[in-house]
């Protein structure tokens, strides 16, 4: 198909670049396209909580000039939202949160630095869960995001309104972050890829701590291929976040095409029916095994494999993710910044109201659990508990990735659910991430790629790969979407407020 | 573990968080039962097991004793909510 024959949106980022360099258009054509759609589309879906119009044609207008003059950065002119937890100087930054409303950060977080350097555009700040803890964007202080495929539905989260936007193809990619898979999850829920790098290998500056040894920034895109442009310029050793990781970035395009001739998927027998009562809808069992079949024709072998600690992933991490949480989320006090009561008769009161009024009902919660797992008496039984736990669970993968060089298996137990269906019970929504929250806590990096549909909502497979192995992810990805078309399938959309069906 | 209505109380104090008298049933029921789904951890035999708190056992790393920021204190100011001839403002806290 040429370019001519399909909407801008259409394209990926590869062909958009290809076509801004051919000038078959320009960024800021490209860029009101975009700013037109989501004018058209996002009051149904709100997967924005801020758009920046000026500043994105902005953007893109100096794109365009730093391309007539031989001085284009990698994105040049590519319009990107941004996940509404990385800090933009000037604009505010809310991390979906009452607390954060008024906040206009003084600075902008390295991921945002990097995409400004290499010519992207930001369209505006994208929805999420707040402060990024939940799995269907419904604790979003801004009212939850609906999934573009069926509006009943959630759009998974936390990083749910960046999965939305790029499924609807409100923005050529996204940022989102993920701490147990919030990358993940709702790229699955959207029929979207999504990929969670290893830990420390995106700067977590500027990117509003949740849980510090588990957070990651990473791609949110169509195609594996456009995550592997958007991880070029993403990636990367930043001095200024002290858990970041001292180590060369790979070209991750140029492994695109690797033959998969011999490589080797493990499928860990606790993440199927088969293995144990772990509650995966039929359909995205069969969904994935014919996904995995066809990784076989392209050369790949398959091994079973045993990560007998998997069962033990979602305690674990409902320990040291609200743990964390309530030690990062401590800075919020309503003294230097951000929500503040009225009238606090003390210093006391200030503080208490403040947090009260300034967060949500699961972040308090989280911050509850989280101070009670680290008060005296209660650290060791359950804080160091759960670290040790962590270690026994990294050391099934260690084991594991002697044998094989990926694992797979789904990414999520069932498709998109209802707005509503798990918010009344906190425990049913945690089990949501049951595949994903083990990878945080080994901090490996995976991708969750298109793999049909399931109740008509697509599903996702999740390719779990060795330490700083995401070139390995995205190899296997783009070969598997050479082979498949359930990444190029995209939701009908209809107008807002008159449902009328969009050309 | 069970969890009381006075623990939740206590531990709201310590995170410096307002609770409604009347919430409390419904949250001392919901954390008890996150604390419930955590208990399964204690079941597993983790002696001579290290506790992991990286993925790659890393070290706080060290910089030079140097200053690198510039001075931003009136932009840092400008989004707090009350300041005064360039202090924070806070109830006061001495009698």
Redesign the interface.
């Known amino acids: 198909m040429s370019l001519h024959d399909r909407s801008l949106h259409e394209l990926t980022i590869a062909e958009q670049l290809q076509a801004l360099a051919a000038k078959k258009f320009s960024s800021e054509e490209l860029t009101l396209h975009y700013l037109a759609r989501i004018e058209k589309y996002d009051a149904q879906l709100n997967s924005y909580i801020t758009i920046t119009p000026e500043l994105a044609i902005e953007a893109a207008r100096a794109a365009d000039a730093a391309r007539a003059t031989g001085t284009a950065g990698a994105l040049a002119g590519i319009p990107l939202a941004q996940k509404d937890i990385f800090c933009t100087l000037g604009v505010r930054t809310s991390c979906a949160s009452k607390m954060l409303d008024?906040?206009?950060s003084?600075y902008n977080a390295t991921v945002v630095e990097k995409f400004n350097a290499a010519g992207a555009v930001c369209l505006g700040k994208t929805n999420m869960d707040e402060f990024a803890m939940g799995s269907s964007n419904e604790s979003s202080f801004y009212g939850p995001v609906k999934n573009p495929w069926n509006t009943d539905c959630v759009p998974g989260g936390s990083s749910g309104g960046s999965a939305a936007a790029v499924a609807a193809q409100l923005c050529a990619a996204a940022t989102g972050t993920d701490t147990g898979g919030s990358i993940r999850q709702p790229a699955a829920l959207c029929g979207i890829t999504g990929l969670k790098p290893?830990?420390?290998r995106v700067s977590r500056y500027g990117m509003i701590a949740f849980a510090s040894?588990l957070d990651q920034g990473g791609p949110m895109a169509r195609s594996a291929e456009d995550c592997a442009l958007l991880m070029n310029v993403m990636a990367g050793f930043d001095?200024r976040d002290?858990?970041s990781?001292q180590r060369a970035v790979p070209d991750y395009t140029s492994v695109l095409n690797n033959s998969l001739e011999g490589l080797r998927i493990g499928l860990p027998k606790e993440y199927f029916n088969s293995g144990t009562d772990s509650g995966l809808t039929p359909e995205i069992e069969r969904a994935v095994q014919t996904s995995i079949k066809e990784l076989e024709n392209l050369g790949a072998t398959i091994k079973e494999i045993s990560l007998p600690h998997t069962?033990?992933a979602?305690?674990?991490y409902?320990?040291i993710a609200p743990a964390e949480c309530?030690s990062n989320l401590?800075r919020f006090?309503?003294?230097?910044?951000?929500?503040?009561c009225t009238d606090?008769?003390?210093?006391?009161?200030?503080?208490?109201?403040s947090?009260?009024e300034g967060?949500g009902e699961e972040v308090?919660?989280r911050?509850?659990?989280g101070?009670?797992a680290l008060?005296a008496g209660f650290v060791d039984?359950?804080y160091?508990?759960?670290?040790?736990?962590?270690?026994?669970i990294?050391q099934d993968f260690v084991a594991a990735f002697n044998e094989v060089d990926v694992i797979a298996g789904p990414t999520t137990p069932s498709p998109a659910f209802k707005l509503g269906e798990k918010s009344s019970?906190?425990?049913t929504m945690?089990l949501e991430d049951i595949y994903t929250i083990a990878v945080n806590l080994?901090?490996?990096p995976a991708i969750s790629l298109p793999t049909g549909f399931a109740d008509n909502k697509p599903v996702g497979l999740q390719l779990i790969g060795n330490?700083f192995a995401e070139d390995k992810l995205l190899n296997v990805g783009h070969r598997f979407q050479q082979v498949t078309d359930w990444h190029r399938r995209t939701p009908a959309l209809h107008k807002s407020g008159t449902g009328v069906r969009a050309a | 573990?069970t969890?009381e209505p006075a623990?939740?109380e206590k531990?709201?104090?310590?995170?410096?968080?307002?609770?409604d008298a009347d919430d409390l049933p419904e949250?001392t029921a919901?954390?008890g039962?996150?604390?419930a789904?955590?208990?399964?951890?204690?079941a597993?035999d983790?002696t001579g097991?290290?506790?992991?708190?990286?993925?790659?056992d890393?070290e706080?790393?060290l910089?030079p004793d140097a200053v690198t920021e510039v001075d931003?204190r009136d932009?840092?100011l400008?989004?707090?909510?009350?300041t005064e001839q360039g202090l924070?403002l806070?109830?006061?806290?001495i009698e």
């Open positions: 008024n906040f206009i003084p290893t830990y420390g040894s001095e002290s858990t990781v069962e033990l979602v305690p674990c409902y320990v309530s401590s006090d309503g003294v230097r910044y951000g929500y503040r606090p008769k003390d210093l006391f009161d200030l503080y208490s109201r947090r009260d967060f308090k919660r911050i509850l659990v101070t009670y008060s039984a359950y160091r508990k759960a670290q040790q736990v962590r270690r026994l990294q019970d906190p425990v945690y080994a901090g490996l330490y | 573990m969890i623990d939740i531990v709201a104090k310590l995170a410096r968080i307002r609770i949250l919901r954390l039962n996150i604390l789904m955590v208990d399964k951890l204690q597993v983790t097991i290290a506790p992991m708190s990286n993925p790659f890393a706080q790393r910089r931003q932009a840092l400008a989004i707090a909510p009350k924070f806070v109830p006061k806290v």
